[in-house]
């Protein structure tokens, strides 16, 4: 298989092996965050609160719930009376919570803002729709109140006087980011796993239609094609030398065979022949 192909259909198997690891891994990562965004759960007790001393912050806001309804019996959501995602605390819960305090442990600086009419709750709880939003902590703004209430909160350790109400602290930005970090993180794993496997897919089909590149199978694919043919090998530089000295040889030979020829005398070029002469009568 060529190198290329190789290398593409690598690419594309550890592509779509990556997104496949994040699609699996996404809905723990969520409920993670989720997780992370309980502050707090339980009554009469100790809570930390850090970066939330500055009111003029832009944040979602820490969002105090207990276990009720509203009134009318909703749990949230869209209200049809109110013609907006508002509601309002039964009579009983309201005077609930007004005795709810949470102070700092250092100058006992009460932090806790309740909210009897028009909270804003869509429905949506860090766990079951049967909490319900009675206040928030540190600052308050709500869409018909635009009036910000609350100085912050100086970072520390906070105690809790609910009378043994259980309560639950959320933190809405953790919220946020963990829909926003589902959302995504479910787009970037399927595009992952898409891509990688157009990618495996242009690397098989390299794989089936580019040559291997390797010399030697041409060599031998030449050699099964042209079995039948002679093979007539070059001349060497070396027989070429040697075809010039045996010419050279010949010559010199000639060459001395005609000097020889003109240098003997007529006379005895008859005994060199074998003949007789016959001396002359005296």
Request: overall charge negative.
């Amino acid at each position: 298989m060529h190198t290329a192909a190789k290398v593409t259909i690598g690419l594309g198997i550890i592509i779509t092996l990556a997104g496949i690891y994040t699609l699996s891994n996404l809905g723990e990562n969520t409920i993670e965050t989720f997780e992370e965004g309980i502050l707090y759960e339980g009554a009469d007790g100790e809570m930390k609160i850090t970066d939330r001393s500055n009111p003029d912050k832009e944040t979602m806001g820490l969002y105090v719930h207990i276990q009720s309804t509203y009134e009318g019996g909703g749990e949230g959501g869209y209200n049809e009376r109110h013609g907006n995602y508002t509601w309002n605390l039964t009579e009983s819960d309201c005077n609930l919570i007004k005795t709810f305090t949470l102070t700092h442990n250092g100058d006992d600086t009460q932090v806790f803002i309740p909210r009897c009419t028009y909270i804003e709750d869509d429905g949506g709880s860090a766990q079951d729709d049967d909490w319900i939003v009675v206040g928030t902590l540190c600052t308050q703004k709500t869409a018909e109140d635009r009036n910000l209430v609350g100085d912050g909160c100086r970072d520390g350790t906070y105690t809790w006087d609910t009378g043994g109400e259980v309560i639950m602290v959320y933190d809405l930005d953790k919220l946020i980011e963990g829909i926003f970090g589902a959302v995504f993180g479910a787009l970037g794993s399927f595009g992952a796993c898409c891509c990688g496997s157009i990618i495996l897919i242009i690397g098989i089909i390299l794989g089936a239609t580019m040559d291997d590149p390797k010399e030697p199978a041409i060599n031998a694919t030449m050699n099964t094609t042209n079995s039948d043919q002679s093979y007539t090998p070059a001349a060497s530089g070396w027989d070429q030398d040697k075809d010039y000295i045996h010419r050279n040889k010949e010559i010199e030979k000639e060459d001395i065979s005609e000097k020889s020829e003109m240098a003997v005398p007529e006379s005895e070029e008859g005994n060199k022949s074998g003949e007789y002469k016959i001396p002359p009568p005296e």
